[in-house]
Protein backbone atom coordinates (compact mmCIF):
# COMPACT_ATOMS: atom_id res chain seq x y z
CA UNK A 1 0.00 0.00 0.00
CA UNK A 2 1.42 3.14 -0.73
CA UNK A 3 0.51 6.65 0.77
CA UNK A 4 -1.10 9.90 -0.77
CA UNK A 5 -2.04 13.11 0.94
CA UNK A 6 -5.33 15.01 -0.23
CA UNK A 7 -3.18 18.26 0.66
CA UNK A 8 -0.71 16.85 -2.42
CA UNK A 9 -3.01 14.74 -4.24
CA UNK A 10 -3.26 17.95 -6.92
CA UNK A 11 0.21 17.00 -7.90
CA UNK A 12 2.30 13.70 -8.62
CA UNK A 13 4.44 13.65 -5.46
CA UNK A 14 8.32 13.48 -6.07
CA UNK A 15 10.28 10.19 -6.24
CA UNK A 16 12.73 10.36 -3.33
CA UNK A 17 15.66 10.83 -5.51
CA UNK A 18 14.10 14.27 -7.06
CA UNK A 19 13.11 15.02 -3.58
CA UNK A 20 17.10 14.50 -2.47
CA UNK A 21 18.30 16.62 -5.52
CA UNK A 22 15.93 19.46 -5.20
CA UNK A 23 17.50 20.60 -1.44
CA UNK A 24 15.72 23.88 -2.20
CA UNK A 25 12.23 22.09 -2.27
CA UNK A 26 10.94 21.57 1.47
CA UNK A 27 13.33 24.16 2.69
CA UNK A 28 11.20 26.07 5.62
CA UNK A 29 8.27 24.59 4.67
CA UNK A 30 6.16 22.78 6.96
CA UNK A 31 3.21 20.60 5.81
CA UNK A 32 -0.11 20.71 8.18
CA UNK A 33 -1.97 18.95 5.29
CA UNK A 34 -3.33 15.08 6.39
CA UNK A 35 -2.93 11.60 4.72
CA UNK A 36 -4.52 8.12 4.01
CA UNK A 37 -3.78 4.92 2.48
CA UNK A 38 -4.01 4.74 -0.97
CA UNK A 39 -3.86 1.61 -3.27
CA UNK A 40 -1.26 1.55 -5.62
CA UNK A 41 -1.23 3.44 -8.86
CA UNK A 42 0.07 2.12 -12.23
CA UNK A 43 1.92 3.50 -15.17
CA UNK A 44 0.11 2.75 -18.10
CA UNK A 45 -2.81 1.32 -16.25
CA UNK A 46 -0.64 -1.59 -15.48
CA UNK A 47 1.55 -2.34 -12.50
CA UNK A 48 5.05 -1.21 -13.07
CA UNK A 49 7.47 -3.19 -12.57
CA UNK A 50 11.09 -1.72 -10.79
CA UNK A 51 9.37 1.17 -9.54
CA UNK A 52 12.75 1.69 -7.38
CA UNK A 53 14.02 3.11 -10.74
CA UNK A 54 13.22 6.34 -10.72
CA UNK A 55 10.08 6.20 -8.90
CA UNK A 56 6.39 6.51 -10.11
CA UNK A 57 2.84 7.66 -8.35
CA UNK A 58 3.47 5.13 -5.36
CA UNK A 59 6.84 7.59 -4.41
CA UNK A 60 4.82 9.91 -2.29
CA UNK A 61 5.73 11.96 0.26
CA UNK A 62 2.96 11.78 3.01
CA UNK A 63 2.21 14.07 5.55
CA UNK A 64 -0.02 13.48 8.57
CA UNK A 65 -2.69 11.22 8.89
CA UNK A 66 -6.49 11.73 8.28
CA UNK A 67 -9.24 9.64 9.86
CA UNK A 68 -11.49 8.48 7.51
CA UNK A 69 -13.67 6.87 9.94
CA UNK A 70 -14.54 10.34 11.92
CA UNK A 71 -17.86 11.40 9.95
CA UNK A 72 -16.69 14.73 9.85
CA UNK A 73 -13.58 14.14 8.03
CA UNK A 74 -14.56 16.33 4.67
CA UNK A 75 -15.70 19.24 6.68
CA UNK A 76 -12.24 18.93 8.31
CA UNK A 77 -10.23 18.56 5.87
CA UNK A 78 -12.31 21.47 3.97
CA UNK A 79 -11.32 23.64 6.78
CA UNK A 80 -8.13 22.68 7.30
CA UNK A 81 -7.53 23.20 3.50
CA UNK A 82 -8.65 26.78 3.56
CA UNK A 83 -6.70 27.83 6.68
CA UNK A 84 -3.59 26.06 4.55
CA UNK A 85 -4.36 28.62 1.80
CA UNK A 86 -5.06 31.62 3.94
CA UNK A 87 -2.95 34.44 2.53
CA UNK A 88 -0.18 35.71 4.65
CA UNK A 89 -1.20 39.38 5.52
CA UNK A 90 0.00 42.76 7.35
CA UNK A 91 -2.38 42.94 9.14
CA UNK A 92 -1.19 39.96 10.91
CA UNK A 93 1.59 41.74 12.58
CA UNK A 94 0.43 45.40 11.98
CA UNK A 95 -2.97 44.97 14.23
CA UNK A 96 -3.96 48.60 13.88
CA UNK A 97 -2.93 49.52 10.23
CA UNK A 98 -6.17 50.30 8.42
CA UNK A 99 -6.93 50.14 5.03
CA UNK A 100 -7.26 53.30 2.75
CA UNK A 101 -9.20 53.48 -0.81
CA UNK A 102 -7.33 51.81 -3.83
CA UNK A 103 -5.68 54.89 -6.15
CA UNK A 104 -5.73 51.83 -8.82
CA UNK A 105 -8.85 52.39 -10.92
CA UNK A 106 -8.80 52.39 -14.24
CA UNK A 107 -12.00 54.06 -14.74
CA UNK A 108 -12.10 58.14 -14.87
CA UNK A 109 -8.29 58.13 -14.49
CA UNK A 110 -6.55 60.66 -16.70
CA UNK A 111 -2.54 61.19 -16.80
CA UNK A 112 -3.17 64.75 -15.82
CA UNK A 113 -4.48 63.98 -12.35
CA UNK A 114 -1.28 63.33 -10.66
CA UNK A 115 -2.39 62.91 -6.91
CA UNK A 116 -4.36 59.91 -6.04
CA UNK A 117 -3.24 59.62 -2.66
CA UNK A 118 -6.76 60.60 -1.69
CA UNK A 119 -8.21 57.19 -3.34
CA UNK A 120 -10.76 57.16 -6.35
CA UNK A 121 -11.85 60.37 -6.94
CA UNK A 122 -15.33 60.11 -7.45
CA UNK A 123 -18.60 58.83 -5.10
CA UNK A 124 -19.54 56.70 -8.49
CA UNK A 125 -19.12 53.03 -7.16
CA UNK A 126 -16.67 50.90 -9.49
CA UNK A 127 -16.52 46.73 -10.05
CA UNK A 128 -13.48 46.63 -11.24
CA UNK A 129 -12.47 45.40 -7.62
CA UNK A 130 -12.07 42.02 -6.43
CA UNK A 131 -13.80 41.16 -3.17
CA UNK A 132 -11.65 39.36 -0.61
CA UNK A 133 -13.97 36.54 -0.17
CA UNK A 134 -13.93 35.63 -3.76
CA UNK A 135 -12.29 32.08 -4.88
CA UNK A 136 -11.30 30.02 -7.56
CA UNK A 137 -11.80 26.28 -7.56
CA UNK A 138 -8.64 24.76 -7.26
CA UNK A 139 -9.65 21.03 -9.00
CA UNK A 140 -12.51 20.85 -11.63
CA UNK A 141 -13.03 17.07 -12.22
CA UNK A 142 -15.51 15.24 -10.08
CA UNK A 143 -13.47 11.55 -10.41
CA UNK A 144 -15.51 8.72 -9.76
CA UNK A 145 -13.43 6.75 -9.42
CA UNK A 146 -9.81 6.10 -8.41
CA UNK A 147 -9.22 4.13 -11.96
CA UNK A 148 -10.48 7.33 -13.18
CA UNK A 149 -7.02 8.72 -16.07
CA UNK A 150 -5.39 11.10 -13.12
CA UNK A 151 -7.95 10.52 -10.76
CA UNK A 152 -6.94 12.66 -7.90
CA UNK A 153 -9.49 11.16 -4.81
CA UNK A 154 -8.87 12.86 -1.32
CA UNK A 155 -10.49 8.98 0.00
CA UNK A 156 -10.90 5.80 -1.31
CA UNK A 157 -14.88 6.33 -2.26
CA UNK A 158 -13.55 9.84 -4.29
CA UNK A 159 -15.74 11.92 -2.41
CA UNK A 160 -16.18 15.15 -3.91
CA UNK A 161 -14.19 17.95 -2.10
CA UNK A 162 -13.95 21.68 -2.25
CA UNK A 163 -10.48 23.33 -2.36
CA UNK A 164 -11.02 27.27 -3.18
CA UNK A 165 -7.78 29.13 -3.49
CA UNK A 166 -7.91 33.27 -3.45
CA UNK A 167 -8.72 35.05 -6.54
CA UNK A 168 -6.01 37.76 -7.60
CA UNK A 169 -6.69 41.04 -8.83
CA UNK A 170 -6.85 44.67 -7.39
CA UNK A 171 -8.54 45.38 -4.39
CA UNK A 172 -10.93 48.72 -3.20
CA UNK A 173 -9.08 48.87 -0.35
CA UNK A 174 -5.03 48.99 -0.03
CA UNK A 175 -2.47 48.92 3.00
CA UNK A 176 0.22 51.23 1.40
CA UNK A 177 0.43 55.07 0.28
CA UNK A 178 1.79 55.32 -2.93
CA UNK A 179 4.17 57.86 -2.30
CA UNK A 180 5.64 55.87 0.71
CA UNK A 181 6.70 53.17 -1.21
CA UNK A 182 9.64 52.13 -2.19
CA UNK A 183 9.22 49.20 -4.64
CA UNK A 184 12.42 46.64 -5.80
CA UNK A 185 12.14 44.02 -8.28
CA UNK A 186 14.55 41.12 -8.21
CA UNK A 187 15.07 37.93 -10.89
CA UNK A 188 17.16 35.10 -9.46
CA UNK A 189 17.70 31.58 -10.82
CA UNK A 190 18.39 30.55 -14.51
CA UNK A 191 16.75 32.63 -17.24
CA UNK A 192 13.25 32.26 -18.67
CA UNK A 193 11.21 34.29 -21.38
CA UNK A 194 9.32 36.29 -20.62
CA UNK A 195 11.16 37.97 -17.31
CA UNK A 196 11.29 41.63 -18.85
CA UNK A 197 7.84 41.75 -20.27
CA UNK A 198 6.69 40.89 -16.10
CA UNK A 199 9.22 43.48 -14.83
CA UNK A 200 7.52 46.23 -17.23
CA UNK A 201 4.62 45.25 -16.03
CA UNK A 202 5.69 45.37 -12.21
CA UNK A 203 6.49 49.09 -13.46
CA UNK A 204 3.59 50.33 -15.15
CA UNK A 205 1.08 48.64 -12.85
CA UNK A 206 3.03 50.39 -10.16
CA UNK A 207 2.95 53.79 -11.98
CA UNK A 208 -0.74 53.48 -12.06
CA UNK A 209 -0.95 52.85 -8.45
CA UNK A 210 1.10 55.91 -7.95
CA UNK A 211 4.06 54.67 -7.37
CA UNK A 212 7.26 57.35 -8.37
CA UNK A 213 10.26 55.28 -6.50
CA UNK A 214 10.62 52.10 -8.36
CA UNK A 215 14.38 50.16 -8.54
CA UNK A 216 16.03 46.73 -9.88
CA UNK A 217 18.32 44.76 -7.89
CA UNK A 218 20.85 43.82 -10.26
CA UNK A 219 21.76 39.76 -10.59
CA UNK A 220 19.44 38.38 -8.30
CA UNK A 221 19.80 38.51 -4.92
CA UNK A 222 23.68 39.35 -5.39
CA UNK A 223 22.45 42.68 -6.34
CA UNK A 224 21.59 43.27 -2.54
CA UNK A 225 24.96 42.99 -1.01
CA UNK A 226 27.83 42.79 -4.18
CA UNK A 227 29.44 45.74 -3.77
CA UNK A 228 29.63 47.20 -7.15
CA UNK A 229 26.60 46.46 -8.09
CA UNK A 230 24.17 49.53 -8.36
CA UNK A 231 20.76 49.34 -8.15
CA UNK A 232 18.72 50.52 -11.52
CA UNK A 233 16.26 53.23 -11.15
CA UNK A 234 12.68 52.23 -12.75
CA UNK A 235 10.30 53.87 -14.74
CA UNK A 236 7.60 53.88 -17.26
CA UNK A 237 9.99 54.85 -19.85
CA UNK A 238 12.89 52.63 -19.03
CA UNK A 239 10.59 49.49 -18.99
CA UNK A 240 8.86 50.86 -22.50
CA UNK A 241 10.47 48.19 -25.09
CA UNK A 242 12.14 45.53 -22.69
CA UNK A 243 9.83 43.20 -23.61
CA UNK A 244 10.70 43.14 -27.04
CA UNK A 245 14.06 41.38 -26.66
CA UNK A 246 14.77 38.20 -24.18
CA UNK A 247 16.81 37.49 -21.21
CA UNK A 248 16.13 39.75 -18.02
CA UNK A 249 17.02 43.84 -18.23
CA UNK A 250 18.37 43.13 -14.35
CA UNK A 251 19.97 40.08 -15.29
CA UNK A 252 19.98 36.93 -13.02
CA UNK A 253 22.26 34.89 -10.79
CA UNK A 254 22.55 31.94 -8.34
CA UNK A 255 23.49 31.96 -4.70
CA UNK A 256 24.68 34.87 -3.17
CA UNK A 257 23.68 36.52 0.03
CA UNK A 258 22.16 35.21 3.15
CA UNK A 259 18.56 35.67 3.98
CA UNK A 260 19.68 38.10 6.90
CA UNK A 261 22.14 39.84 4.71
CA UNK A 262 19.26 40.37 1.97
CA UNK A 263 16.93 42.14 5.08
CA UNK A 264 19.69 44.28 6.01
CA UNK A 265 20.18 45.48 2.43
CA UNK A 266 16.32 46.23 2.19
CA UNK A 267 16.48 47.92 5.29
CA UNK A 268 19.01 49.78 4.41
CA UNK A 269 16.97 51.36 0.93
CA UNK A 270 13.94 51.59 2.76
CA UNK A 271 12.09 48.71 0.50
CA UNK A 272 8.86 47.97 1.50
CA UNK A 273 7.41 46.25 -1.68
CA UNK A 274 9.91 43.07 -2.88
CA UNK A 275 8.88 41.61 -6.13
CA UNK A 276 10.95 38.22 -6.62
CA UNK A 277 10.84 36.56 -10.10
CA UNK A 278 12.17 32.98 -9.83
CA UNK A 279 11.87 29.26 -9.76
CA UNK A 280 11.38 27.30 -6.10
CA UNK A 281 15.14 28.71 -5.04
CA UNK A 282 13.94 31.92 -5.45
CA UNK A 283 10.33 31.61 -3.75
CA UNK A 284 12.00 29.85 -0.62
CA UNK A 285 14.24 32.66 -0.25
CA UNK A 286 11.35 35.16 -0.84
CA UNK A 287 9.57 33.28 2.13
CA UNK A 288 12.56 33.69 4.43
CA UNK A 289 12.51 37.36 3.53
CA UNK A 290 9.03 37.53 4.37
CA UNK A 291 9.37 35.82 7.81
CA UNK A 292 12.74 37.78 8.19
CA UNK A 293 10.91 40.84 7.90
CA UNK A 294 7.79 39.99 10.29
CA UNK A 295 10.79 39.08 12.79
CA UNK A 296 11.92 42.45 12.53
CA UNK A 297 8.29 44.16 12.17
CA UNK A 298 8.75 45.61 8.75
CA UNK A 299 6.06 46.61 6.92
CA UNK A 300 6.73 44.77 3.85
CA UNK A 301 5.24 42.93 1.57
CA UNK A 302 7.31 40.07 -0.57
CA UNK A 303 5.44 39.18 -3.52
CA UNK A 304 6.70 36.35 -5.80
CA UNK A 305 5.86 35.76 -9.61
CA UNK A 306 6.97 31.98 -10.37
CA UNK A 307 9.27 31.98 -13.23
CA UNK A 308 9.98 28.21 -14.62
CA UNK A 309 10.45 27.30 -18.12
CA UNK A 310 10.27 23.74 -16.70
CA UNK A 311 6.89 24.41 -15.74
CA UNK A 312 7.75 22.66 -12.14
CA UNK A 313 5.79 25.29 -9.53
CA UNK A 314 2.55 22.97 -8.10
CA UNK A 315 -1.11 23.73 -8.30
CA UNK A 316 -0.85 26.23 -11.74
CA UNK A 317 -1.85 25.57 -15.20
CA UNK A 318 1.48 26.84 -16.18
CA UNK A 319 4.17 28.80 -15.94
CA UNK A 320 5.62 31.79 -18.00
CA UNK A 321 8.10 31.03 -20.30
CA UNK A 322 7.03 27.54 -20.50
CA UNK A 323 4.79 28.32 -23.67
CA UNK A 324 7.84 29.68 -25.32
CA UNK A 325 10.22 27.09 -24.39
CA UNK A 326 7.66 24.37 -26.04
CA UNK A 327 7.66 26.04 -29.43
CA UNK A 328 11.68 27.02 -29.52
CA UNK A 329 12.13 23.13 -28.65
CA UNK A 330 9.47 22.01 -31.48
CA UNK A 331 12.40 23.74 -34.10
CA UNK A 332 15.21 21.55 -32.55
CA UNK A 333 12.93 18.67 -32.52
CA UNK A 334 11.86 19.77 -36.57
CA UNK A 335 15.56 20.10 -36.76
CA UNK A 336 16.45 16.21 -35.60
CA UNK A 337 13.61 15.38 -37.68
CA UNK A 338 14.52 17.03 -41.21
CA UNK A 339 18.29 15.49 -40.35
CA UNK A 340 16.68 12.38 -40.49
CA UNK A 341 13.43 11.77 -41.22
CA UNK A 342 11.27 10.40 -44.34
CA UNK A 343 10.37 13.74 -45.79
CA UNK A 344 7.12 13.42 -47.92
CA UNK A 345 8.25 14.50 -51.72
CA UNK A 346 5.81 16.57 -53.51
CA UNK A 347 8.22 16.50 -56.46
CA UNK A 348 8.86 12.98 -57.81
CA UNK A 349 12.81 13.44 -57.57
CA UNK A 350 15.31 11.68 -59.97
CA UNK A 351 15.11 8.17 -59.47
CA UNK A 352 12.66 8.41 -56.72
CA UNK A 353 8.83 8.76 -57.27
CA UNK A 354 6.25 10.44 -54.95
CA UNK A 355 7.83 8.22 -51.84
CA UNK A 356 10.03 9.02 -49.37
CA UNK A 357 13.65 9.67 -48.99
CA UNK A 358 15.83 9.91 -45.59
CA UNK A 359 17.78 13.07 -44.80
CA UNK A 360 20.45 10.33 -43.50
CA UNK A 361 20.70 6.77 -44.13
CA UNK A 362 18.93 4.66 -40.94
CA UNK A 363 19.25 8.52 -39.00
CA UNK A 364 18.56 8.93 -35.36
CA UNK A 365 17.37 12.27 -34.23
CA UNK A 366 18.14 12.79 -30.79
CA UNK A 367 17.02 15.90 -28.92
CA UNK A 368 17.45 16.86 -25.35
CA UNK A 369 15.46 19.47 -23.78
CA UNK A 370 15.32 20.91 -19.72
CA UNK A 371 13.46 19.68 -17.19
CA UNK A 372 15.70 19.09 -13.72
CA UNK A 373 13.35 16.75 -12.49
CA UNK A 374 10.00 17.27 -14.39
CA UNK A 375 9.26 16.19 -18.05
CA UNK A 376 7.05 19.05 -19.13
CA UNK A 377 9.24 20.79 -21.88
CA UNK A 378 9.50 17.24 -23.28
CA UNK A 379 6.26 15.93 -22.98
CA UNK A 380 4.81 18.97 -24.40
CA UNK A 381 7.55 19.45 -27.52
CA UNK A 382 6.87 15.86 -28.32
CA UNK A 383 3.02 15.87 -28.33
CA UNK A 384 2.76 19.75 -30.48
CA UNK A 385 5.94 18.51 -32.62
CA UNK A 386 3.96 15.29 -33.65
CA UNK A 387 7.37 13.96 -34.65
CA UNK A 388 8.97 12.14 -31.53
CA UNK A 389 9.21 8.63 -31.59
CA UNK A 390 10.34 7.76 -27.76
CA UNK A 391 9.87 10.79 -25.09
CA UNK A 392 11.62 10.30 -22.14
CA UNK A 393 10.90 11.94 -19.05
CA UNK A 394 12.55 11.79 -15.43
CA UNK A 395 8.85 10.83 -14.32
CA UNK A 396 8.98 7.49 -16.20
CA UNK A 397 11.68 4.38 -15.71
CA UNK A 398 13.13 2.94 -18.66
CA UNK A 399 15.60 0.84 -20.20
CA UNK A 400 18.45 1.37 -22.07
CA UNK A 401 19.56 -1.94 -22.90
CA UNK A 402 17.23 -5.36 -22.56
CA UNK A 403 14.05 -6.95 -24.65
CA UNK A 404 12.08 -3.85 -23.65
CA UNK A 405 14.72 -1.43 -24.09
CA UNK A 406 15.07 1.71 -25.86
CA UNK A 407 17.76 0.47 -28.09
CA UNK A 408 15.92 -2.51 -29.07
CA UNK A 409 12.68 -0.96 -30.12
CA UNK A 410 15.10 2.01 -31.80
CA UNK A 411 16.54 -0.90 -34.25
CA UNK A 412 12.75 -1.81 -35.03
CA UNK A 413 12.02 1.37 -35.76
CA UNK A 414 15.21 1.77 -38.55
CA UNK A 415 14.37 -1.52 -39.83
CA UNK A 416 10.52 -0.66 -40.45
CA UNK A 417 10.94 3.25 -40.68
CA UNK A 418 14.20 3.52 -41.63
CA UNK A 419 14.48 6.77 -39.05
CA UNK A 420 13.90 7.57 -35.53
CA UNK A 421 13.49 11.07 -33.70
CA UNK A 422 14.00 10.88 -29.74
CA UNK A 423 13.46 13.44 -27.52
CA UNK A 424 14.84 13.18 -23.86
CA UNK A 425 14.73 15.37 -20.80
CA UNK A 426 17.73 16.52 -18.99
CA UNK A 427 16.69 14.90 -15.64
CA UNK A 428 15.82 11.52 -17.45
CA UNK A 429 17.17 8.34 -15.86
CA UNK A 430 20.04 9.79 -13.83
CA UNK A 431 20.79 6.61 -12.63
CA UNK A 432 22.20 5.39 -15.39
CA UNK A 433 24.68 8.07 -15.31
CA UNK A 434 28.04 8.28 -12.82
CA UNK A 435 26.88 9.61 -9.70
CA UNK A 436 28.55 13.16 -8.83
CA UNK A 437 28.02 15.54 -5.82
CA UNK A 438 28.50 18.37 -7.94
CA UNK A 439 26.14 21.26 -7.21
CA UNK A 440 25.49 25.15 -8.85
CA UNK A 441 26.08 28.17 -6.27
CA UNK A 442 22.68 27.82 -5.24
CA UNK A 443 22.83 24.05 -4.14
CA UNK A 444 20.42 22.35 -7.38
CA UNK A 445 22.91 19.06 -8.73
CA UNK A 446 24.33 19.47 -11.74
CA UNK A 447 23.68 16.49 -13.91
CA UNK A 448 25.59 14.36 -16.38
CA UNK A 449 25.06 14.56 -19.70
CA UNK A 450 21.90 11.99 -20.15
CA UNK A 451 22.15 12.74 -23.89
CA UNK A 452 25.59 12.07 -24.73
CA UNK A 453 25.05 9.07 -22.90
CA UNK A 454 22.29 7.95 -24.88
CA UNK A 455 24.00 9.06 -28.35
CA UNK A 456 27.01 6.48 -27.31
CA UNK A 457 24.48 3.53 -26.54
CA UNK A 458 23.08 3.98 -29.87
CA UNK A 459 26.38 3.81 -31.63
CA UNK A 460 28.09 0.81 -29.42
CA UNK A 461 24.59 -1.13 -29.75
CA UNK A 462 24.21 -0.91 -33.48
CA UNK A 463 28.60 -1.61 -34.05
CA UNK A 464 28.10 -4.60 -32.34
CA UNK A 465 24.70 -5.61 -34.31
CA UNK A 466 26.83 -4.70 -37.49
CA UNK A 467 24.84 -2.42 -38.49
CA UNK A 468 24.57 1.45 -38.36
CA UNK A 469 23.00 4.20 -36.69
CA UNK A 470 23.94 7.57 -37.83
CA UNK A 471 22.94 9.85 -34.64
CA UNK A 472 22.57 13.23 -34.93
CA UNK A 473 22.22 15.22 -31.30
CA UNK A 474 20.84 18.28 -30.67
CA UNK A 475 21.10 20.11 -27.45
CA UNK A 476 19.23 23.82 -27.59
CA UNK A 477 19.11 24.16 -23.57
CA UNK A 478 20.42 27.52 -23.68
CA UNK A 479 18.40 28.68 -26.77
CA UNK A 480 15.13 27.85 -25.82
CA UNK A 481 15.31 29.76 -22.58
CA UNK A 482 16.98 33.03 -24.28
CA UNK A 483 14.12 34.52 -26.43
CA UNK A 484 11.87 36.74 -25.80
CA UNK A 485 8.38 35.54 -24.91
CA UNK A 486 5.42 34.57 -27.75
CA UNK A 487 2.19 35.84 -27.51
CA UNK A 488 0.75 33.98 -25.04
CA UNK A 489 3.33 34.05 -22.67
CA UNK A 490 3.22 37.61 -23.04
CA UNK A 491 -0.09 37.74 -22.11
CA UNK A 492 0.56 35.22 -19.11
CA UNK A 493 3.55 37.68 -18.13
CA UNK A 494 1.48 40.71 -18.25
CA UNK A 495 -1.16 39.11 -16.06
CA UNK A 496 0.75 38.28 -13.57
CA UNK A 497 3.05 41.32 -13.22
CA UNK A 498 -0.34 43.50 -12.81
CA UNK A 499 -1.62 40.72 -9.97
CA UNK A 500 1.45 40.82 -8.48
CA UNK A 501 1.19 44.71 -7.91
CA UNK A 502 -2.12 43.96 -6.75
CA UNK A 503 -1.35 41.47 -4.16
CA UNK A 504 1.38 43.76 -2.71
CA UNK A 505 -0.89 46.93 -2.36
CA UNK A 506 -3.96 44.58 -0.86
CA UNK A 507 -1.24 44.24 2.08
CA UNK A 508 -0.53 40.25 1.12
CA UNK A 509 3.27 39.02 1.71
CA UNK A 510 4.78 36.08 1.35
CA UNK A 511 2.51 35.33 -1.43
CA UNK A 512 2.87 34.39 -5.52
CA UNK A 513 0.48 34.36 -8.16
CA UNK A 514 -0.86 31.98 -11.10
CA UNK A 515 -2.91 30.84 -13.51
CA UNK A 516 -5.30 28.24 -11.49
CA UNK A 517 -7.96 26.79 -13.80
CA UNK A 518 -7.75 29.27 -16.67
CA UNK A 519 -8.25 32.12 -13.51
CA UNK A 520 -5.63 34.17 -11.83
CA UNK A 521 -5.35 33.10 -7.98
CA UNK A 522 -2.59 34.25 -5.06
CA UNK A 523 -1.11 31.54 -2.55
CA UNK A 524 0.43 30.94 -0.07
CA UNK A 525 4.36 30.68 -1.71
CA UNK A 526 4.98 27.33 1.11
CA UNK A 527 2.20 25.43 -0.81
CA UNK A 528 3.37 26.18 -4.25
CA UNK A 529 7.29 24.88 -3.35
CA UNK A 530 6.87 22.10 -0.99
CA UNK A 531 8.67 19.55 -4.31
CA UNK A 532 8.88 20.13 -7.66
CA UNK A 533 5.28 19.48 -9.67
CA UNK A 534 5.88 16.79 -11.81
CA UNK A 535 4.37 14.64 -14.73
CA UNK A 536 1.87 11.92 -13.57
CA UNK A 537 2.55 8.79 -15.44
CA UNK A 538 -1.40 8.07 -15.11
CA UNK A 539 -2.22 10.94 -16.40
CA UNK A 540 -4.20 11.75 -19.55
CA UNK A 541 -1.75 14.09 -21.13
CA UNK A 542 0.88 11.21 -20.63
CA UNK A 543 -1.29 8.89 -21.73
CA UNK A 544 -1.58 11.65 -25.19
CA UNK A 545 2.15 11.79 -25.62
CA UNK A 546 2.32 8.13 -25.87
CA UNK A 547 -0.26 7.74 -28.05
CA UNK A 548 1.18 10.37 -30.00
CA UNK A 549 4.70 8.94 -30.37
CA UNK A 550 3.22 4.88 -30.45
CA UNK A 551 5.91 3.97 -27.97
CA UNK A 552 6.00 1.57 -25.92
CA UNK A 553 7.05 0.87 -22.01
CA UNK A 554 10.60 0.69 -21.52
CA UNK A 555 10.42 -1.69 -18.68
N1 LIG B 1 16.01 27.60 0.67
C1 LIG B 1 16.44 28.79 0.28
N2 LIG B 1 16.42 29.83 1.13
C2 LIG B 1 16.86 31.04 0.76
N3 LIG B 1 17.31 31.32 -0.48
C3 LIG B 1 17.35 30.33 -1.37
C4 LIG B 1 16.92 29.02 -1.05
N4 LIG B 1 17.08 28.23 -2.14
C5 LIG B 1 17.59 29.03 -3.10
N5 LIG B 1 17.75 30.27 -2.65
C6 LIG B 1 18.29 31.40 -3.42
O1 LIG B 1 17.41 31.67 -4.50
C7 LIG B 1 18.14 32.03 -5.65
C8 LIG B 1 17.68 31.24 -6.84
O2 LIG B 1 17.71 29.82 -6.56
P1 LIG B 1 17.99 28.76 -7.72
O3 LIG B 1 19.33 29.01 -8.32
O4 LIG B 1 17.73 27.42 -7.16
O5 LIG B 1 16.98 29.13 -8.86
P2 LIG B 1 15.41 28.98 -8.97
O6 LIG B 1 14.76 30.14 -8.35
O7 LIG B 1 14.99 27.65 -8.46
O8 LIG B 1 15.20 29.11 -10.52
P3 LIG B 1 15.43 27.99 -11.69
O9 LIG B 1 14.08 27.51 -12.04
O10 LIG B 1 16.08 28.74 -12.77
O11 LIG B 1 16.32 26.92 -11.13
C9 LIG B 1 19.60 31.87 -5.33
O12 LIG B 1 20.17 33.13 -5.16
C10 LIG B 1 19.62 31.06 -4.06
O13 LIG B 1 20.68 31.42 -3.22
O1 LIG C 1 22.91 26.32 -16.47
P1 LIG C 1 22.04 27.07 -15.53
O2 LIG C 1 21.92 28.51 -15.85
O3 LIG C 1 22.40 26.84 -14.11
O4 LIG C 1 20.56 26.52 -15.71
C1 LIG C 1 20.24 25.19 -15.94
C2 LIG C 1 18.95 24.79 -15.29
O5 LIG C 1 17.96 25.77 -15.35
C3 LIG C 1 16.70 25.19 -15.65
O6 LIG C 1 16.39 25.52 -16.94
C4 LIG C 1 15.64 25.72 -14.79
O7 LIG C 1 15.53 27.11 -15.00
C5 LIG C 1 16.92 23.68 -15.56
O8 LIG C 1 16.14 22.92 -16.40
C6 LIG C 1 18.39 23.57 -15.87
O9 LIG C 1 18.95 22.44 -15.31
MG1 LIG D 1 15.03 25.72 -9.19
Known amino acids: MATISPAIASNFTPPPSTAAKSSNFFSGVGNRGFRLNFPTKTTRGRKSGNLSVLGCAESRNPPEEIDLSDPNWKIKYERDFEQRFNLPHLT ?21 SEDFAGGYPSDEKWNGY ?5 RVLLKVIRYSSQDSAGAECIDPDCTWVEQWVHRAGPREEIYFRP ?18 DVIRQIVITLDIYGVKNIVGIPFGYRGFTDKGIKEMPLSRKVVQNIHLSGGSLLGVSRGGPTVREIVDSMEERGTNMLFVLGGNGTHAGAVAIHNECRKRRMKVSVVGVPKTIDNDILLMDKTFGFDTAVEEAQRAI ?4 IEVGPLIMNQPLAGLSLSQAHSAYRGVGLVKLMGRSSGFIAMHASL ?10 PEVPFHIHGPHGILRHLEYLLDTKGSAVICVAEGAALNLLEKSNATDASGNAVFGDIGVHIQQEIKKYFKELGTSAD ?30 VHGAFAGFSGITVGLCNTHYAYFPIPEVIKYPRLVDPNSRMWHRCLTSTGQPDFI
Open 92 to 112: DVFKDLKPRPSTFCLKMRSPV
Open 130 to 134: INNND
Open 179 to 196: EEVNAAIVTCGGLCPGLN
Open 334 to 337: NSAY
Open 384 to 393: ASGQVDICLI
Open 471 to 500: VKYIDPTYMLRAIRANASDGILCTILGQNA
